[in-house]
């Protein structure tokens, strides 16, 4: 099973980037999804998560109104759409997903599979 992110990159504060995450090996279209970000040095921190029906959708604080997740299940692929970004949000971004929860996990714990991190820096 891989995870594929994509969509990193550099934006100036009050931009827009959009991160995509596809999924091969296995179908996810029953279980949850998510995105994490990790700064060096820090633990990797819960950003957003979308449940299996619904859809559901959870965020963090801090990019709530900001960010919004969305899947399509049909292509086993997820995306993160992240407006106003600001400094704070410069990190490598992960997604993520489970064949544990079908529901809107913030926990690592219950995410068994991730992609690799893509960057995004936000300057100001």
């Known amino acids: 099973v891989q995870l594929q992110a994509s969509g990193g990159g550099s934006v100036q504060a009050g931009g827009s980037l959009k991160l995509s995450c596809a999924a091969s090996?296995?179908?996810?279209?029953?279980?949850?999804m998510g995105w994490f970000r990790q700064v060096p040095g820090e633990e990797r921190e819960f950003v957003a998560a979308?449940?299996?029906?619904?859809?559901?959708?959870k965020y963090t604080d801090s990019v709530n109104g900001r960010f919004t997740i969305s899947r399509d299940s049909a292509k086993n692929t997820w995306t993160l759409q992240m407006n106003s970004l600001k400094p704070e949000d410069t990190a490598a971004y992960y997604c993520?997903?489970?064949?544990?929860?079908?529901?809107?996990?913030?926990?690592?714990?219950?995410?068994?599979?991730w992609g690799q991190g893509t960057l995004v820096t936000v300057s100001s």
């Open positions: 090996g296995r179908t996810f279209s029953r279980n949850a």
């Open positions: 979308i449940s299996r029906s619904a859809p559901q959708t």
């Open positions: 993520a997903a489970s064949s544990i929860v079908n529901w809107t996990s913030g926990r690592k714990r219950d995410y068994d599979y």
